[in-house]
């Protein structure tokens, strides 16, 4: 058997289910459809085709010109550095406005400036990539999260609320909150995803949206798919409106409630076109928000959707069905007390590894999701079937994480929809076996 980790952006680990993307994540959107630049660097333009979608929008961060830097003070006066370096002291804490290229006067996470002062990042060559950390006043009137706001780089104003920043998006700037760089969410409330990019130091804080009912506001009014998040986020992207059955070529070219998906999929919309715009819908509805194309299928696959878009549909034609692909959905009537999973689906496993394996002779995979332990107590006992499960101490070698197994060799029945076959250390064990895609079989 062999180990391995699930697919994972670069903030979590999460499967998609093949929504709005490029590459082998591209069911909806065919191969030649765009996405928008929605770095760190720039505001994207609509219709524009480049690679990432990490900030959506762009920083106000920019370098000071000219040689004069000033030094603000605790204390409530400043003095003002000459080019040589030297200032005036009132013995007061003191940050010197802009900061030196990769100066760190503080941490964006623990805001640890003095009281009534907050730390916001900072571009100190304006090329676009923040480099630098600076302790700023902060305003008596903060703006909060999402609250328009101001800023100015050379005097090192932001008037956002601590563990905030100054962003500007569309159609004002506005105070967005401040992540951890790994993009886990450290720093973000409940109902915010935490956007972060590859080289990125930090990460931004965006609210999470339901397209079919946005509810954005006016700061960030457009509820916008970020491939990278995996989900739907309040943002400043402008959509161009295509309607419904029209063809479409980026990701925002379509009108609110519609997303661009690749032309196969929805049956065609015109010669040559890669994309149409088709309708968003609610599951539990069934089919009866599309027309044609006629059916709604899911937007994500089972156990990848964010919470409270589980129900998320796009109109398409009934064979564009995610689940129709062998090992991406859990079949009906399992016990899911150890999470179905598959090699099709890893994204099931939550943040755990898995073990599986692809017979491409038999056309079957394997696949079981490990469960960490420190002793039996610590493993669910499933509702059906006789195995008992068992903390097993590296089942996989050594390296490997302690983790529950249900042992099935002496007869043991494993929980309905497990079969028993897999081996771990000479013994059968009882794991999830579903259909390889066709085109990993021989």
Excluded: K
Aim: charged share 15%.
């Amino acid at each position: 058997m062999n180990r391995s980790t699930p697919h994972s952006p670069s903030f979590a680990p999460v499967t998609l289910a093949r929504p709005v993307g490029l590459g082998a994540l591209a069911w909806m959107l065919g191969a030649c459809i765009g996405t928008l630049d929605l770095d760190d660097g720039g505001t994207s333009s609509a219709g524009t085709s480049t690679s990432s979608d990490t900030a959506v929008g762009s920083s106000s961060d920019a370098s000071a010109t000219g040689t004069t830097a000033t030094t603000i003070e605790t204390g409530g006066s400043a003095s003002t550095s000459t080019d040589e370096g030297s200032s005036e002291s009132t013995g007061a804490p003191s940050f010197m406005c802009p900061p030196a290229p990769a100066e760190q006067q503080c941490d964006l996470l623990t805001q640890d400036c003095p009281a009534d002062w907050h730390c916001i990042p900072y571009d100190t060559d304006a090329n676009g990539d923040i480099d630098a950390t600076a302790c700023v006043p902060l305003d008596a009137a903060a703006s909060p999260r999402f609250g328009a706001c101001t800023a100015d780089a050379t005097t090192c104003v932001d008037s956002c609320e601590a563990g905030a920043r100054c962003f500007e998006g569309f159609p004002q700037p506005v105070c967005l909150g401040i992540c951890d760089f790994d993009g886990v969410g450290d720093g973000c409330h409940a109902d915010e995803h935490c956007v972060t990019c590859s080289s990125c130091t930090f990460g931004t804080c965006f609210p999470s949206c339901d397209p079919l009912a946005s509810g954005c506001g006016d700061t960030l009014p457009t509820c916008f798919f970020s491939e990278s998040e995996g989900s739907f986020i309040c943002s400043g992207v402008e959509l161009l409106g295509t309607a419904e059955g029209e063809p479409c070529e980026f990701s925002n070219a379509c009108a609110e409630g519609l997303i661009c998906a690749a032309a196969e999929n929805v049956g065609g919309c015109g010669e040559g076109a890669a994309g149409c715009c088709a309708a968003l819908c609610d599951l539990d509805d069934g089919d009866a928000g599309c027309t044609s194309p006629p059916s709604c299928v899911p937007f994500f696959l089972p156990g990848a959707a964010p919470e409270g878009l589980e129900d998320l549909g796009v109109c398409m034609l009934p064979e564009a069905d995610p689940c129709l692909e062998p090992g991406a959905c859990p079949p009906d009537g399992v016990d899911d007390t150890y999470p179905w999973c598959s090699l099709s689906n890893e994204g099931l496993c939550n943040e755990s590894a898995i073990v599986g394996y692809g017979d491409t002779l038999a056309c079957e995979q394997g696949c079981l999701c490990d469960a960490p332990c420190d002793d039996p107590g610590d493993c669910p006992t499933p509702p059906t079937g006789t195995a008992v499960p068992t903390c097993v101490e590296e089942p996989y070698g050594a390296g490997s994480p302690t983790t529950c197994l249900l042992r099935c060799g002496d007869g043991e029945v494993c929980p309905d929809g497990m079969t028993c076959g897999a081996f771990v250390d000479g013994d059968p064990v009882c794991g999830w076996v579903s259909p390889l895609p066709p085109d990993e079989c021989d």
